[in-house]
């Protein structure tokens, strides 16, 4: 079956840095554009970055923009989220995507997305 496990959430201080991981299995990756949401407690699942299945386009959510990195190697059915100057307000469960829909619009999930079980990122002030 299909499993998206994400790694390297954490504590970090204000201005810090953080690496999160999603490694999928049970699916062609490479058919897949990927990407991270985030929700916060009381708030709803926000987009905050995708990449196309080459990994050509990129797509970020304005807050996050700038400031993190999405990449993905599709070798090793991976794909990262490099989160630098971290602040107060990034902190929330991020979750990896497997199908995400991007239009100059924005990003929202596909019908049929996949979703890891979700990290959690505390950002102290």
């Known amino acids: 079956q299909v499993q998206l496990v994400e790694s390297g959430g954490g504590l970090v201080q204000a201005g810090g840095s953080l690496r999160l991981s999603c490694a999928a299995s049970?699916?062609?990756?490479?058919?897949?554009?990927m990407g991270w949401f985030r929700q916060a407690p009381g708030l709803e699942r926000d987009f905050v970055a995708a990449?196309?299945?080459?990994?050509?386009?990129?797509y970020y959510a304005d807050s996050v923009k700038g400031r993190f990195t999405i990449s993905r190697d599709n070798a090793k059915n991976t794909v990262y989220l490099q989160m630098n100057s971290l602040k107060s307000e990034d902190t929330a469960i991020y979750y990896c995507?497997?199908?995400?829909?991007?239009?100059?619009?924005?990003?929202?999930?596909?019908?049929?997305?996949?979703w890891g079980q979700g990290t959690q990122v505390t950002v102290s002030s």
């Open positions: 995507a497997a199908g995400i829909s991007c239009s100059p619009g924005g990003c929202r999930p596909s019908i049929g997305v996949r």
């Open positions: 049970g699916l062609t990756f490479g058919y897949y554009t």
């Open positions: 990449i196309s299945v080459s990994g050509g386009n990129t």
